[in-house]
């Protein structure tokens, strides 16, 4: 019996050490990358980048109030689109995919895009949120040994992060969606870290299966009409 205890208790320590090693690496990604404070005294963002992709360049406009509202304008081929997120409600505009107005998101789609409202980084906000994190180990990715974290949120969909042990910034994520009714994995890589407007660091390169993403500017904290957020064709 007694074996039997200390064998309880010894995995009972492992598994709390694991745990703290999980939050010890997303603190420290923290402090990276400005720590809370700074990004806390952010109410609203104002992000202007391009994507090159199969030849063509897209230009976006990302207008942020910190869990009120997002706006995401696209200008390509000569025509201007937009995605817009709130509280309750979502509309899209996609002129170069053929729609001649604007069309209301599902409640389905709306609900998942509540986490796109937060300007804050994911490690902040994930115990609130009510988040699972944990410590995956360590993962070779093109020759950097990176820590391996993953969310997981309470409807079960996760998140899995590859952060830099040499300053524990985000190097890359994976994440399942859903797109035309079937289930595929998105990987986004991040680079090119600067750091901009109340001592935040951004990653400022991004790739993905739809290109090459490149911020070219940011505003922190700019006013912003809210009228934005109201669909027009």
Not at 29 to 46: C, F, Q, R, T
Not at 155 to 183: F, M, R
Not at 215 to 229: A, C, L, R
């Amino acid at each position: 019996m007694k074996k039997l205890i200390l064998s309880l208790l010894a995995i009972a320590s492992f598994s709390l050490s694991f745990a703290q090693t999980a939050e010890e690496i997303a603190n420290k990604h923290i402090e990276a990358i400005g720590g809370v404070d700074n990004w806390k005294k952010i109410n609203s963002l104002v992000m202007e980048a391009s994507i090159k992709a199969q030849g063509a360049e897209i230009k976006l406009t990302r207008t942020h109030l910190h869990n009120k509202a997002m706006r995401m304008d696209i200008a390509v081929m000569g025509m201007n689109g937009y995605s817009i997120i709130t509280q309750k409600e979502g509309w899209n505009f996609m002129p170069f995919q053929g729609q001649t107005k604007y069309e209301a998101m599902t409640p389905d789609d709306v609900k998942s895009s509540q986490d796109e409202l937060s300007i804050l980084d994911e490690f902040i906000t994930y115990k609130e949120l009510g988040k699972k994190l944990e410590f995956l180990g360590k993962d070779d990715l093109e020759g950097t040994e990176c820590f391996k974290l993953k969310l997981t949120d309470k409807e079960g969909e996760e998140i899995t992060y590859w952060l830099d042990p040499s300053n524990y910034y985000t190097l890359k994520q994976s994440q399942k969606v859903k797109a035309n009714g079937k289930e595929m994995e998105s990987v986004t890589t991040f680079s090119n870290y600067k750091k901009i407007e109340e001592g935040i660091v951004y990653a400022f390169s991004l790739g993905g299966d739809w290109g090459d993403t490149e911020i070219n500017k940011i505003t922190i904290n700019p006013k912003i009409d809210e009228s934005i957020f109201k669909p027009t064709n």
